[in-house]
């Protein structure tokens, strides 16, 4: 179980749980969820549990797309 206190502490090739990024990214889980549903946010699904690569949450964060998208949707 890993605990991030900062994004800095973050390697790109580190997996975040849906609650963690949430903390991290100071939104709710739901937000997370909605943005996994319409594709912006890209996720795994490992067992049970959704994961998020650190390095694609990184690009999808600074996109236009997702810039776009959660000023309209958020």
Do not use: Y
Not at 24 to 29: A, H, I, N, W
């Amino acid at each position: 179980n890993m605990k991030i206190r900062t994004i800095t502490e973050l390697q790109n090739d580190d997996f975040l749980n849906q609650e963690e990024l949430a903390k991290l990214l100071r939104k709710s889980v739901r937000t997370l969820q909605n943005w996994r549903k319409s594709g912006i946010l890209p996720s795994k699904k490992m067992g049970r549990s959704i994961f998020f690569h650190w390095g694609t949450v990184k690009k999808a964060l600074m996109s236009d797309d997702f810039e776009d998208t959660v000023s309209v949707n958020d």
